[in-house]
């Protein structure tokens, strides 16, 4: 605390994002309360050092005992000040931070600052007073719409909303205090005082609001909770509400779903960190990039680079192939535009951004060129050894390949330290994950530079090592075999789908299949010999195919589907089909339990994730969680398949998986060492991450 004239000016300053840690509680309780009896402080003025006002509760005290005060309680003694009290916004000031500013009695902001409520993402609420105070100074939509999207909301709105009363371009602490010099002891304007008209908000006006939400909230814990304190806030006096608040934080806090959500919320930050690369490693300048072939993956990888400001040149092997893959990618364009989501210009300036090109030579200037053709060994060898011949020298080349090993195609170059993997999922310019392959002989500037590139394209870049699918793909194997052997053995197809959809998945896997093409796992274990697979799990699957039902795109697959619809049904036929291909291969069909199959799937998964993290291909189990969670559909509120193995107990999974190792065989059961080490030491996947980073 320092005082300018009679204007107290409390500066909190806990880098890196203010968190509101116990040391800002205390410190802000203490001078807070100092000043309430200090003849010179006629007004209080609240700013932070560094890069942003309070950016929320420090998340990393959640889960341990707290240190009083509580946030809770520092937010209303603020409130309860006899000497106006005003919040000088910079940066982002949200979740515990938004509410130490709706405390206090004035907000001045800058232009550039944000405001927001993000708890739900971290699966919880706001939990000093925002459910209550945000309605009173923004009205209910506006707070329904801020708690339950956890969205950042510029100046503008937050002024619209009444949540910010001067907005400034720079000069905050000068404005803060011209702004201060003009108040009074009259001018304390306490939020918890406002009254909530009810108005329209009545039982039918929130039924309404949870309808329009329920697709997009299924299977999460906090938003109908975050629903019910707002409701609250309109139903009940302040005070009451502040206790409802209270207890339905708890509620939860102690659910499981915000221990996973706020593990996403700390391993998304933790992928960047690569043994071996610093802050002083070099990165290479990336202003031109080249991505050959303009198929499925092709444009929506060229996109994410033009969205970037990126220029980008995109080759063909024929003129028709690059037309009709640049005009995907501006119908894309044109869709986003329709939706509002962006403008008529903007969809030119990147479209100005994409040039088409028949001509290695045109790829000659850029600094990276991304292979996106054929998925066959043949084929990357001619491209590489073309980039090998045409790309300048320091150019990174990189391939999407999903499952090719990145050395053999780094040994068509005289380059291999300026290659890797650059694996993006489709479609590649929506999904966020992008798998970076490090080879063998990958130079540490090439991988630091495409770990940068991730984060400024907006994707999340996890760091893999060269096997066969890398990390998410090779998973997905086993968990594939499961499911598919669990049909082969008594379960329909839908109810395996069921069980993985209840579970929180966003389709079932025999639906995924039916979607990509039963043809391409057809095509792929052929080329792999029966010896190499389970076929007890997938000669059913194929009889399908050798019917001509290759799935979706041939309107049959697994299951049936009317024409122009994507809704599977059930076929007979197809149970038939099950019912003798059993016969055949001998399996006595039972009753497969919900439980089993669920089961089965998780410990594929786990299993195979701790024999990744075990290899190396992977640096962290938390990376493997996020590779899980966004590219393949896990739900974050699990945390991933390795977060999910720490909550079931890795004792209990080593367990289980000796128990399907001992009924089944080691084929595919055999516990990873992983999973035995630390299930025989008592240790979590948690504890190996938090031991590996020091
Ligand atoms: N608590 C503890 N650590 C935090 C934190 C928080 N609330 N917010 C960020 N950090 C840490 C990050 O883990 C990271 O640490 P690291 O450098 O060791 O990896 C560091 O601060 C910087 O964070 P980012 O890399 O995310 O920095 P950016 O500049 O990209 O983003 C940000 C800044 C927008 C503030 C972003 O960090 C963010 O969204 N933070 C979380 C905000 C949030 O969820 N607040 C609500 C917390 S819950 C709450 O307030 C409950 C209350 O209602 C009672
Ligand atoms: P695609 O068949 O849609 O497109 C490939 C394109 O490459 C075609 O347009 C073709 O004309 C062009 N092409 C072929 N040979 C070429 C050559 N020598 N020079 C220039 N262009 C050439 O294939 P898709 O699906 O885009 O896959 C491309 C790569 O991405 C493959 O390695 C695949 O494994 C990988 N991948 C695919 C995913 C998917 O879901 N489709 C997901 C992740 C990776």
Redesign the pocket.
């Known amino acids: 605390m320092e005082m300018k004239g009679d204007i107290a000016v409390l500066r909190v300053n806990n880098p890196p994002v203010n968190a509101l840690s116990y040391s800002v509680r205390s410190g802000l309780a203490e001078n807070i309360a100092a000043l309430q009896d200090d003849d010179r402080v006629k007004v209080a003025v609240v700013i932070c050092e560094g890069r942003t006002f309070m950016a929320g509760a420090d998340i990393k005290e959640f889960g341990k005992p707290l240190q009083e005060p509580g946030l809770p309680d520092v937010v209303d003694m603020i409130e309860a000040s006899n000497k106006p009290v005003v919040a000088a916004i910079h940066g982002t000031a949200l979740g515990g931070g938004l509410e130490v500013a709706i405390s206090c009695h004035h907000r001045i902001a800058l232009s550039s600052a944000k405001i927001g409520l993000p708890e739900v993402k971290l699966g919880i609420l706001p939990g000093a007073g925002g459910t209550q105070r945000l309605p009173r100074l923004a009205g209910v939509e506006n707070s329904l719409d801020a708690i339950l999207s956890g969205r950042h909301v510029g100046m503008k709105e937050a002024s619209a909303w009444g949540v910010v009363d001067k907005v400034v371009e720079d000069d905050l602490l000068d404005a803060a205090l011209a702004y201060a010099g003009t108040l009074s002891a009259d001018d304390i304007r306490r939020t918890g005082d406002i009254k909530l008209d009810k108005g329209k908000y009545d039982d039918a006006f929130f039924a309404g609001f949870r309808k329009s939400i329920a697709r997009k909230t299924k299977g999460y814990f906090a938003p109908e909770r975050c629903v019910q304190c707002v409701e609250a806030s309109v139903n009940l006096d302040f005070k009451a509400g502040l206790m409802r608040e209270r207890e339905l934080f708890i509620e939860c806090q102690s659910n499981p779903q915000a221990r996973a959500l706020q593990h996403m919320f700390f391993a998304e930050r933790q992928i960047s960190r690569i043994p071996g690369i610093t802050k002083e490693t070099p990165r290479l300048p990336i202003k031109k990039v080249g991505i ?7 444009g929506g990888i060229a996109m994410n680079f033009a969205n970037a400001g990126i220029e980008t040149t995109v ?4 003129q028709a ?1 690059l037309d009709r ?1 640049l005009s995907v990618v501006r119908r894309n364009y044109e869709n986003t535009m329709k939706k509002g989501r962006l403008t008529e210009a903007q969809v030119e300036e990147r479209m100005g951004l994409l040039t088409g090109t028949l001509s290695y030579d045109d790829l000659s200037d850029c600094d990276l060129i991304i292979e ?4 066959k060994m043949e ?1 990357k060898k ?2 590489f050894e073309k980039l090998d011949e045409v790309a300048k020298e320091g150019a990174i080349l990189a ?6 090993d990145i050395d053999d195609i780094a040994s068509f170059t005289k380059r291999p330290e300026y290659v890797l993997g650059l ?4 479609p590649a310019n929506v999904m966020r994950l992008l798998e970076i392959v490090r080879g063998a002989k990958t130079d540490v500037s090439v991988l630091a530079t495409c770990v940068d590139l991730a984060k400024k394209i907006r994707k999340v870049g996890v760091v893999a090592g060269v096997c066969h699918g890398f990390i998410g793909n090779r998973m997905l194997s086993p968990y594939f075999r499961e499911a598919s052997l669990a049909v082969i053995e008594g379960a329909s197809p839908e109810a395996v789908d069921k069980v993985l959809l209840d579970f929180g998945m966003p389709m079932g896997p025999m639906a995924v299949s039916d979607m990509a093409g039963l043809d391409i796992g057809y095509m792929n274990r052929q080329s792999m010999g029966r010896e190499n697979y389970e076929t007890a799990a997938f000669d059913w699957m194929d009889r399908i195919v050798d019917m001509g039902r290759k799935g979706l795109k041939t309107g049959a697959g697994v299951y049936a589907y009317d024409e122009g619809s994507r809704v599977p049904k059930p076929d007979p036929e197809i149970t038939q089909l099950i019912a003798e291909e059993a016969e055949k291969a001998g399996i006595s069909r039972r009753d497969v339990s919900d439980d089993e199959i669920l089961e089965r799937s998780m410990l594929a998964l786990i299993n195979e994730g701790a024999k990744i993290l075990g290899e190396g291909m992977a640096y962290r189990a938390s990376d493997i969680d996020i590779v899980y969670c966004n590219g393949y559909g896990y739900p974050p509120y699990r945390g991933g398949p390795m977060h999910y193995a720490d909550y079931l107990g890795v004792d209990k999974v080593y367990e289980k998986l000796c128990a399907l190792r001992d009924e089944k065989g080691p084929r595919w059961w055999e516990p990873a060492p992983l999973i035995e080490k630390l299930a025989k030491a008592g240790k979590s996947f948690a504890d190996y991450d938090r031991q590996n980073a020091q």
């Open positions: 050959i072939g303009a198929g499925t993956m092709g080759l063909e092997l024929e192939a893959g996106a053709v054929f998925e084929i001619i491209v391939s999407n390949t999903s499952y090719l694996h993006f999922f489709s």
